[in-house]
């Protein structure tokens, strides 16, 4: 039987075993969606917290409950496991880890390259590596293959390889990770076929395109897409607010159009692991073509400038009260990047916090899903803080409180009760209140 046909066979039969590296936001719900299927699934990852807390039957991620951990470790579905010599044991490989930008914004692939290192060590003829991470153009076919075939085994012949990007949108009731139609384009036509047919058997809607390049071009292009007009909706905010014209109540009536028009929201920067540093790959890409990708750049810069843009609304604020920055007490409502999710990866939340800082504030926040601020690269060494509670004594004692992240179970009206000003970054607050400031 050819490789082909043995791993369609497993596949179409549930005896596949799948291997998933990297146990974050992306690798635990297709770790959930495969074993729910009745599939059995090996989960990597290099963070042994990780591996117990799963094995134990405890997520770590809020929207995945820990009882549907407990339920597919009970059916002996899955393990977690950092002995990465049981790659053998898996037909197919998804690879989830982190692609970041280095500190010059560039891509940062050793996360990729160090997990293919570890697929290479143990790869087998038959079997199927997908990249899932969100990279340039090229990086399946040029960086993944040439480092799995280091290993003497060919791609097409030996091993398929395939690249599907992962639309995880956290938080989104709408859509789960079997409902959102997956991309799916493989080296060749039969690694194709099998990451197709894989996919298939937990995702309503496989959308297969002509290469692994193509799908990873197209989830660049979704992401570019949602910076540059995130961008452009953030521009138009300053323009509008110099004309005493409210940006909110303009996008409500725009957004009445029924075609031709598509909504975005304006905000305190870019947050999140995708659209802050997805669009730079690309660009990084562009330049060995000698391109110079002017939206990509553009969109960064305005997006980039918006904490500022926050901090001086808030200096005009308090200024109206014969306030300054310095000495003056600011909570910041909202660190995760976006509503009700815990997610605190590149959130506005701390560069603002990191620049009322250098102007002499006393900050605090509250955060009804991040109980203490993570010691990460966004925070690095600041005093550590916790969520305080959104009493009306928190609230009066503080001099300003800037709405960040603008999540459902925050009780705002209270907050306009007691607040003595409010910075408002997210339309939570319609029409004129005179103790709001929109920024
Ligand atoms: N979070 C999202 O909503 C989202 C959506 C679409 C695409 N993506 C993309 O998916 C990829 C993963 O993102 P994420 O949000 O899941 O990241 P994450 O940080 O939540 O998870 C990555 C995991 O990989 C692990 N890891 C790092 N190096 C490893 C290695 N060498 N071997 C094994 N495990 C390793 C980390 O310990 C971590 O648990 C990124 O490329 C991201 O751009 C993320």
Redo the contacts with the bound molecule.
């Keep these: 039987m050819t490789h082909r046909a043995a791993l369609l066979q497993k596949i179409e039969s549930h005896t596949v075993t799948v291997g998933v590296?990297?146990?974050?936001?992306?690798?635990?719900p297709l770790v959930l969606a495969f074993a729910e299927k009745g599939i059995g699934v090996l989960g990597?990852?290099?963070?042994a917290r990780?591996i117990v807390a799963l094995n134990e039957g405890r997520s770590y991620?809020p929207q995945f409950a820990s009882e549907r951990i407990q339920a597919i470790n009970r059916a002996k579905r899955f393990t977690a496991t950092?002995d990465?010599g049981r790659l053998r044991d898996c037909d197919a490989i998804l690879i989830?880890?982190?692609?970041?930008l280095t500190h010059t914004r560039d891509p940062d692939l050793s996360?990729?390259a160090?997990?293919t290192e570890?697929i290479r060590s143990n790869l087998r003829p038959g079997q199927l590596v997908v990249l899932?991470?969100?990279?340039y153009p090229g990086t399946t076919d040029e960086l993944v293959r040439g480092i799995l075939e280091k290993s003497g085994l060919l791609c097409g012949r030996d091993f398929f390889l395939a690249f599907s990007?992962?639309?995880?949108?956290?938080g989104n009731k709408a859509y789960t990770t079997a409902t959102t139609p997956k991309v799916v384009g493989g080296c060749d036509q039969d690694a194709g076929d099998v990451a197709e047919a894989l996919y298939a058997q937990i995702i309503g809607k496989v959308v297969r395109v002509s290469s692994a390049a193509v799908a990873e071009a197209a989830?660049i292009t979704e992401n570019v897409f949602r910076a540059v007009n995130i961008a452009l909706v953030n521009e138009l905010k300053i323009v509008y607010e110099r004309m005493g014209v409210d940006v909110w109540e303009v996008l409500d009536v725009a957004a009445t159009k029924p075609f031709g028009f598509m909504r975005f929201n304006p905000g305190p920067g870019l947050g999140?692991?995708?659209i802050p540093?997805?669009p730079f790959y690309l660009s990084w890409k562009a330049r060995e073509y000698g391109v110079d990708t002017h939206f990509v750049e553009l969109a960064g810069e305005v997006n980039r400038k918006m904490p500022a843009y926050v901090v001086e609304r808030l200096q005009q604020g308090l200024n109206q009260r014969r306030k300054s920055v310095n000495g003056s007490r600011v909570l910041l409502l909202g660190m995760a990047y976006k509503k009700d999710v815990g997610?605190t990866?590149e959130s506005p939340a701390f560069e603002i916090a990191q620049q009322l800082l250098a102007l002499g504030a006393e900050i605090n926040y509250h955060d009804p899903f991040v109980a203490t601020l993570p010691d990460t690269r966004s925070w690095p060494g600041q005093p550590k803080l916790d969520s305080l509670p959104l009493t009306p004594q928190v609230l009066a004692s503080q001099d300003a409180v800037v709405i960040v992240t603008d999540h459902t179970q925050v009780d705002y009206q209270s907050v306009q009760k007691h607040a003595q000003l409010i910075v408002d970054t997210r339309g939570v607050y319609r029409g004129a209140h005179t103790n709001v400031v929109k920024a």
């Excluded at 989830?96 to 970041?100: A, D, G, H, L, S």
């Excluded at 899932?132 to 990279?135: A, I, K, L, M, N």
């Excluded at 990007?165 to 956290?170: H, K, S, Y």
Aim: charged share 25%; glycine share 10%; with cysteine.
């Design positions: 590296i990297g146990l974050g936001y992306v690798g635990v990597f990852d290099i963070d990780k991620i950092n990465f989830c880890v982190p692609t970041p996360y990729v160090s997990t570890q899932e991470s969100t990279t990007p992962e639309r995880e949108d956290p989830k999140g692991h995708c540093l997805d997610d990866r």
